[in-house]
């Protein structure tokens, strides 16, 4: 049994900006400034573009090492998910299309999760999740209405890779997901991902989500002769911050060797959403609702 011992989504004291983030490169604390004008419109432009705005040595050293440490000593008592899903995570079968057709072709994931009750307020990790900078940004690069989730369990988390392990093909529920870096695999673990091929969550892009996982994985499903689009890999060195567009871009983590940590922080167009109990369970084995 874990023992958890942070339970308040409440901030502690918090920290100076300049204590977490790389202000020099990233003026996040001014962006109506020209350069945090700049910023925000080369990461909405690749966000466009590619699917995915990223932004390297975007901590400080001093950041990074805090964060890697907790997230390091957390990683033994993740909860482990082994399990399978279609590439657009639904939970249903259509039963007028076979088995193999993209739409039902189930794919193993196996990633652990850190909660963010396991994580504490005062280090550098939901230290930077609690920085209001970090939401502003959000909201200007992504141009929506974003709230920080009042999950206990899911608001800031950290998954944890293996030897073995990876996440297969899908697309995310979330709109979008902004990830930071902390420690890369020895090998493998790219994070691999499309440019936008959805429109809407009710566009399923069939023929361009079957393609990539034709010609980029081991599974073969249906419809087959599209034309795969391009594939991507983010960059992945410790302290990158990565936006991503996850809902219409396809993407997946590639097999890993050794050890791979990344922190997810999550928003939601929904001030004080909370995941429900059945997806709590799923990812971190327990369900827990605010103020509990």
Known sequence: ???????????????????????????????????????????????????????????????????VAEATAAAPGAFETDDTHNAYQLSDTDATLPTSHVRNKQMRTRVASTACDELAPSRAIRALYACDELLGLVKAITGKSAHRLADPLGAASINVFRSGWSHAWHYDESEFTVTLSLVQAAEGGAFEFTEPLRRSVDDLAYETTAAVINDHSDYAVEPAGAACPAVRAAPFAPGTLQIFAGRSSLHRVSEVEGERLVAVYCFSDVEGFVNSPDVQRMFWGRAVRPGR
């Not at 900006?17 to 109506?32: A, F, K, T």
């Open 1 to 67: 049994m874990r023992l958890l011992l942070f339970f308040s989504l409440a901030a502690a004291a918090p920290r100076r900006l300049g204590d977490l983030v790389n202000l020099e490169r990233y003026p996040i604390g001014d962006l109506s400034s020209a350069e945090g004008r700049a910023l925000v419109e080369k990461a909405q432009r690749d966000l466009q573009a590619t699917g995915c705005a990223s932004f390297p040595c975007f901590l400080t050293a001093a950041a990074l090492s805090d964060a």
